[in-house]
């Protein structure tokens, strides 16, 4: 019994001990901002400290094992369900934010940076001034929330509408001209040709109007003027990706072509 005492004793000080150095490291912890923010590449980090994820879970063990745990220490646990919450949604703004900044190509980023600015505006308080102790923490991060996926949708619009812009592009690079099984007079092969040609040629049409109908999307998406030079750059970007489709299906074909010529081929 005495040796039991004296180990009850032991584990109630080292505990006693313990809720100490947690409440006033803990506390400093709490009060660091819910976001940060890297000075190289603006992206952003959820801000909870490794510390606290250890303390809550050791709080967790020592309920579940009947041990007593200081009440300061209880105080911080009992907000470990709005802590969870919080950093799961915070984790997604983060992520949505960051998936952003890693895909913007330079072309696209101008059209982009209204929205890149309406969100700092509204995250700039979970890098300055709210804390895991703060009130308010629920509505930033609904206001966040909303702000990031707009900007997150707009993207996602302008990078699926240049998907499909260059997979109608690849659908060219096909030859316009083949070899016939057997010998064929002038006459036949023109007509042949002609044929070929007028098929392909219908294709690119069609697919210029699906190309024109992708930027009209990715144009009422960002909601800027046609007269904008930031949206003529980028019709332009679209417009190298068309030509560029173009001189590689011309190169397709002069590349067939020259194969059927060529007397190594034809042996």
Partial sequence: KVITSLLTDFEAQKIQEWGLEIESTS???LDLPLLRRSEDNRRLATNFDPALVRLLREVKYFLILGLEVPESVMKIFSSADAFRSWNGSLDLIVNMNNSVLNNLLPVEKPLVNPYLAKFDAVVQRGLASL????????EFIKESMEQVKC??????????????????????DTPMIERAVKPTDTDEFER?????????FSKIKDTGKTIHASLQSTNKALRVSNASTDWKCYVEFVNSIVIGGLSTAIVTSLDFLLDQVDPESIQ
């Fill in 151 to 172: 900007m997150h949708d707009v993207l996602k619009t302008m990078k699926d509408n240049l998907a499909q812009i260059q997979d109608a592009v690849k659908q060219w």
């Fill in 27 to 29: 506390s400093a912890k």
């Fill in 192 to 200: 042949t040709f002609n044929s070929m040609k007028a098929a392909v």
């Fill in 131 to 138: 804390n895991w102790s703060s009130d308010g923490v629920d």
